[in-house]
C-alpha cells in the first residue's frame, strides 16, 4: 500500500477534522453557506466536495477552485474524460450525503426529488438543516441509514450517487466513532454492497455513480465490480495536490458487465 493509500493517515486527517480550532458551525461554499455540525464531514478541508459538484455538473458559479488542475489517465476502462457530465436532471439518491451541500445544491439546480442518505444520524439533520436553510425541504428528504436501508420498498430514482470513503481499511478494522466511516471503508464491504445493490433502486435508463479516487485500491475496487457483475466506467478525472500529494479523482459509473460486454 503506498503512503497516499494509508488508511492510518486518513484517519488521522479524520480526527484532525474533528478537533481543529477553525473548524466552523457554518462555512461558505459555492456562493452559499452551509450549517456544518459537530461529527459531520467537513467539505471544506479536502477537495473532494467540490470535485463532487463539478463533477455532477453542480459547479460553477465560480469554477473550478484554486489549485484544481485537469484529469490524467487513470488505468481505468474505457479512457478517462476530463469533462465534468452534463447538469443532473431528475430524481437523485445521495448516499452519504454529510451536510447535504451536494444534495441541495442538485435540488437547487432543478433535481427532484433528492433523498440525502447517511449512515451518521449527525449528517441526516445535517441535511435536513441545509434544505431548510436553501428552501427546498419540499424537494429533499434526509433519511438515516446504512446505504439504502431508509427507503422504501418503491423508491427510484434516476441517478444514485455516491462521494465515497474509498481509503481500505483492513478487514477488521473497528470503527471507533461513525465520523470514521466518511474517510475509511474497513474491507470494502459497503462499497461492494453498493455495488451489488444500487441498481435495484434505480429508474429505466438510470446512472449508478461512484466519486472515487486513487486514495482508494482502484484495482480492488475493479475486481469487486467484477465480482458483483459490474464494470466500471470513468466518466471524468481531475488531479489535485492534497497535503503534499497529487490525488486523483474520478466519477465512476457502475454499469452491468453484461450490457457493456453487449455494446
Ligand atoms: C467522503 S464523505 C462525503 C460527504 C458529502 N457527500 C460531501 O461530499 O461533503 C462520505 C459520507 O458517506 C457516509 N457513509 C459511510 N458509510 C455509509 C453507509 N454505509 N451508508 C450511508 N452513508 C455512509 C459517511 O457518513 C459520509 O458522510
Redesign the pocket.
Known sequence: MSEVQSYVRSLQRSQESLTRADRPSVFTMRGRDWDLLDE??A?IYSP??GI?LDFLGLGPGPGPEPGLGSGLGSGLTDGAAEAEQAPLKGSLL??????G??AVTAALAGCGPVVA????ER?VENAARNAARHGVSDRVRAVH???FSGLGPGERFDTIF????YVRAPEDYEYRS?HE??YVDAGYA?HRRYLAEAPQWLTAGGSVLLHFSNRGDVEGLNAIAAETGRELRVLATRSVPEGGDMVEHMLLEAVSARTAAAN
Open positions: 459531520v464531514f467539505p473532494s466536495t463532487a445521495e448516499i452519504g450525503c454529510g451536510t451541500i451536494i442518505a447517511d449512515i451518521s449528517a441509514g446504512d446505504l455516491w462521494s465515497s470513503n461513525v466511516r466518511a459497503v
